[in-house]
């Protein structure tokens, strides 16, 4: 079995949604193993986006997941890396298929709800900056 890193993100936690996501990834048979309620700083969103801050779209990405408290958390299963990224659809929510959490609930690129590990060494990484004690 295998551990990653979700993010509810903060237009999850401010549309009312929490519950909602939250319930796909218990409903497909993702085990919770820790969970908890934060608003990050600057610094923090830098190191967890390492891969992003150069990019031309990061400066509002940064905004936006310091906007408001996020939900993170690690869930752990069979694949659970590939089968979060399933749940989760693609990162456009005007593309993303529906069914999946993007796909059914958003209609932004940017504030697309959720965010999961994208590779084993990711979610090793990022399990430890956001839960350094697991
Ligand atoms: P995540 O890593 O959050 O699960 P992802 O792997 O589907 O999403 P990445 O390409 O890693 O997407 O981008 C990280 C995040 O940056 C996206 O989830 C989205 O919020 C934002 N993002 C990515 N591309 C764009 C873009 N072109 N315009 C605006 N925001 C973007």
């Known amino acids: 079995s295998q551990r990653t890193l979700v993010l509810l993100k903060p237009d999850t936690v401010r549309r009312g949604l929490v519950g909602q996501v939250l319930s796909r990834l218990e409903a497909k048979g993702l085990a919770l193993v820790a969970m908890e309620l934060r608003t990050i700083d ?8 390492a ?16 906007s408001g408290p996020l939900v993170a958390l690690v869930v752990e299963g069979d694949e659970a890396i590939e089968v ?12 993303a298929a529906p069914g999946t959490i993007r796909g059914d609930l958003s ?4 504030e697309n709800l959720v ?3 994208d590779s084993p ?4 990484r990022e399990i ?3 839960f350094p004690h697991l």
């Open 42 to 49: 600057a610094a923090q969103a830098d190191r967890h986006y």
């Open 51 to 66: 891969e992003h801050v150069e990019r031309d779209f990061y400066p509002p990405l940064r905004d936006f997941v310091t």
């Open 84 to 95: 979060v990224r399933a749940l989760n659809g693609a990162t456009d929510g005007r593309k």
């Open 107 to 110: 209609l932004s690129n940017r």
């Open 115 to 117: 965010h999961g590990s």
């Open 121 to 124: 060494e990711s979610a090793e």
């Open 128 to 130: 430890g900056l956001w």
